[in-house]
């Protein structure tokens, strides 16, 4: 296929949930990547009336065994990820309470709103798209609404108290690896 054509097809297929293809320049920058490594070839250029010139790849026997390859990996072994989610909840107590639960409350929207497009998108998609090509979507709605469900009890216990923290409370802890600070630094 040609470059557009992919990109065309990732969103058609809604595969663009786990393949950000949205700048078609990045899809063309992957493309000469791939051709440099010699995991794809030129198979053909070609050029329809009143269209430019369209180059036409084809994946390469190394390309081929190399996607295995990749994909056998990224099956079965757990990668070390570093999600920005997490690393903002480390940093939670920089915001007060309140902040902090307003901020999850807009997240819990958000993940609301993304599983009900998420799930009239897989409708949609269904009855003429075997589960086996879905199987992404249902990993995705799986995390999102164990992540909605998780965002809601936090915003719980932050609305209810059980979850609180103040200046004041942080400085007074005898955290490991943390000296307390001194007058002066205060």
């Known amino acids: 296929m040609h470059p557009y054509r992919i990109q065309r097809l990732i969103k058609e297929r ?10 078609r320049e990045s899809l063309y920058q992957t493309i000469r990547q791939l051709q440099r490594a010699g995991l794809i ?9 009143k269209r430019p010139e369209r180059t036409v790849y084809e994946l390469t026997d190394q390309g081929r065994q190399t996607a295995r390859l990749w994909l056998r990996s990224a099956l079965a072994t757990l990668a070390d990820e570093f ?9 939670l107590a920089l915001l007060t309470p309140d902040d902090a ?13 993304r599983l009900a497009q998420l799930d009239a998108e897989t409708r949609q ?25 998780w965002v809601q009890s936090v915003v ?7 979850l609180t923290w103040s200046k004041e409370w942080i400085h007074g802890l005898d955290l490991p690896g ?8 205060e």
């Open 14 to 23: 809604g595969k663009n949930q786990v393949i950000n293809v949205r700048r």
């Open 41 to 49: 070839a030129v198979r053909e250029t070609m050029r329809a009336e």
């Open 83 to 91: 999600p920005a989610f997490p690393a903002a909840l480390s940093l």
């Open 101 to 113: 639960r307003r901020q999850l409350e807009t997240r819990a929207t958000a993940l609301a709103e």
């Open 125 to 149: 998609q269904s009855p003429t798209i075997p589960r086996l090509f879905l199987l992404e979507n249902e990993q995705i709605h799986t995390t999102l609404e164990a992540e909605l469900r």
């Open 156 to 162: 719980e216990d932050l609305r209810l108290g059980r």
């Open 178 to 185: 943390h000296e307390q600070r001194s007058k002066q630094e």
